[in-house]
């Protein structure tokens, strides 16, 4: 029995001028606790899922891109709400097949659990993850166990 919803899935950002469509499930989901995701959530984390390109579309509204760069110096451009500033989604640098939507932003997010969690180096020491969410210290150098954990979650 799969724990994934229907796709398409919806979300958008707190004022709602941005709406967008998730249309089939990630191959991957992490947590990353890097500063920079701090900082940008006001949290310990961010939630965020691999999205196909072909498989992410903004069905309504106006977004605005501006560019982070990470602590490696890669440019990362970051997608948000051109009105109320909340970040969508992002482009990841290692290739332009994917991008990074926060999971945080999806109107039901329920079923989104954390295949892995990056950063660990900079994580909050109050911060834990479930049983099995595989543990980097950075980023995984092979994503495929990441994907792997991922199925096992949704076949659940």
Known sequence: ??????????????????RYEVLSSPPVTFACCCTDCQTLT???FSL?????????RVTR??????????EAGNEIPQNICAHCGVRLYSEPYWGPQTV???????????WVQPAAAYYLRSKAPWLSFPEGTLLYD?????????????????EG
């Open 138 to 154: 950075t980023v995984p150098d092979d994503i495929m166990p990441v994907a792997r954990r991922w199925r096992e979650i949704c």
């Open 1 to 18: 029995m799969s724990r994934l919803p229907a796709f398409p899935v919806r979300g958008g950002c707190a004022c709602g001028a941005v």
């Open 42 to 44: 006001g949290s310990g």
């Open 100 to 110: 990074t939507v926060r999971a945080g932003t999806l109107d039901e997010a329920g």
């Open 61 to 70: 509204g106006e977004v605005a891109t501006w560019i982070r760069r990470s």
């Open 48 to 56: 965020a899922m691999a999205v196909m390109r072909e498989h992410f």
